[in-house]
């Protein structure tokens, strides 16, 4: 599955970007929440996900997440994932940029990584900023406050929301820096992610898009490798260890 091309292209490499999507996460398991059975089939993420909806019913919001978060924990990170976490240790510059909020990424090693739209596992306060550790919302009574008396709420982007700023420059640095750049599970098709790929390529980096079917900038990049993520980066990482 990987080319003589993008080997030769990696053993050169000293700076390798790579972004995941929702496919990466699919292949362990995780959900894509929307139209899901039982009590939260009636709601739609844009509903929830979105900080009037939280100001407005912040235990309603709490639930969901919880619901969310208990369905993760039920899925470990899978061959993908891993491989990536090789690649990392592989290379002199290795940066991996995700749009996935479930933690299947640190959960499975990985050290670098930028998280576009943040982590369902890490929360923060809506007053001072503060981030605080995994918690759980079980009491019917009283939410999650901080020592400043604000409310604490999951640290994810939601509708309406800018993606960190910070996290945003980092990851359009490392792209146009980088010497290889993969796509991973991503349709390529929400931005500001989206335009990673085609950023790279026009700074001089080889493409190489992952996705189970052809996308938007499957015509547009170097390469494009049809399959599950999870089988054919463990065959480059194995050729690239190997060679």
Known sequence: MCSERLLSKLKKAK???????????????????????????????????????????????????????QIINQVEPNPAHYALVKMEAHFQNFHLITQNVDNLHRKAGSQQIYELHGNIMRNRCVDCNKYIDDIYFTNSEELPVCDCG?????????????????????????????????????????????????????????????????????????????????EILPQIVSKLLDS
């Open 15 to 69: 700076t390798v970007a790579v972004l995941t999507g929702a496919g990466i996460s699919a292949e362990s398991g995780v959900p894509t929440f929307r139209g899901e059975e039982g009590l939260w089939q009636k709601f739609r993420p844009e509903e929830l996900a979105n900080f009037e909806a939280f100001i407005r019913n912040p235990k309603l919001v709490w639930e969901w997440y919880n619901y969310r978060k």
């Open 150 to 230: 604000g409310l604490i709420r999951p640290d994810v982007v939601w509708f309406g929301e800018s993606l960190p700023q910070q996290v945003l420059m980092n990851s359009f640095f490392a792209t146009k820096n980088s010497d290889v750049f993969f796509s991973i599970g991503t349709s390529a098709v929400v931005q500001p992610a989206a335009s990673l790929p085609l950023e790279a390529k026009q700074s001089g980096a080889y493409v190489v898009e992952i996705n189970t079917e052809p996308t938007v900038i499957t015509n547009l990049i170097d390469e494009s490798l049809l399959g599950k993520a999870g």
